[in-house]
């Protein structure tokens, strides 16, 4: 089956780094749009940042553009999010998830979901 594990979540102060792992097993790597969603306590799951198949599109949200790099390795079969310059309200649940078509940062155009992994920022 598939799966997707995410590492590297933890927690930081403000102005810290975090580099999030997510490892693909089940499918064919290449075959999928890769993304990075977050979900803080009582809000809705929102888009962060997705790669294209062939690595060579980058999309991400305004609230994190020049601070966050998704980077994927297909030697590895997975896919990064470097997170500098955090800020208290980048606080939330981050989730790796697969996807094979649709628009990149919309939830229901993923197919597969990592378990999340806990970020948190401190002031």
């Known amino acids: 089956q598939v799966q997707l594990v995410e590492s590297g979540g933890g927690l930081v102060q403000a102005g810290g780094s975090l580099r999030l792992s997510c490892a693909a097993s089940g499918l064919t790597f290449s075959r999928y749009r890769m993304g990075w969603f977050r979900q803080a306590p009582g809000k809705e799951r929102e888009f962060v940042a997705a790669?294209?198949?062939?690595?060579?599109?980058?999309y991400y949200a305004d609230s994190v553009k020049g601070r966050f790099t998704i980077s994927r390795d297909y030697a590895k079969n997975t896919v990064y999010l470097q997170m500098n310059s955090l800020k208290p309200e980048d606080t939330a649940v981050y989730y790796c998830a697969a996807g094979s078509s649709g628009v990149v940062d919309l939830v229901g155009e993923y197919d597969y979901w990592g378990q999340g992994t806990q970020v948190t920022v401190s002031s």
């Open positions: 790669i294209s198949r062939s690595a060579g599109t980058t």
